[in-house]
């Protein structure tokens, strides 16, 4: 039994269906465990400087826990979109390259 808002069909997968969004998630993957930390390292003093202005101490402390949790998403999907882009463009390139 079909619904009406069901697809059916290539394209139907998760981030992995397919071979260029399943590499783009790995490395995405990897590259946001190297480099979440440097992030939330370098933005946590600008985050606990904004929030002590509004909030008190220990609603600082619970921004600041959250923003380390929030870090690592953040930058997932910031690498998985610029791997994406990248693997993209280069195979527009090789294909026009090699037409």
């Known amino acids: 039994m079909q619904y009406p808002n069901q697809f059916h069909g290539p394209g139907n997968g998760g981030p992995g269906a397919d071979m260029t969004g399943g590499f783009a998630t790995c490395a995405a993957a990897m590259v946001s465990i190297i480099v979440t930390p440097a992030f939330t390292e370098f933005t946590m003093p600008y985050v606990v400087t904004l929030s002590e202005d509004q909030y008190s101490y220990e609603t600082v402390d619970l921004i600041a ?35």
Do not use: D, E, N
């Open 65 to 99: 826990f959250a923003w380390q949790i929030i870090a690592w998403p953040m930058t997932f999907y910031a690498a998985r979109a610029a791997i994406t882009a990248a693997l993209t463009i280069a195979g527009v390139y090789l294909s026009y390259r090699l037409i």
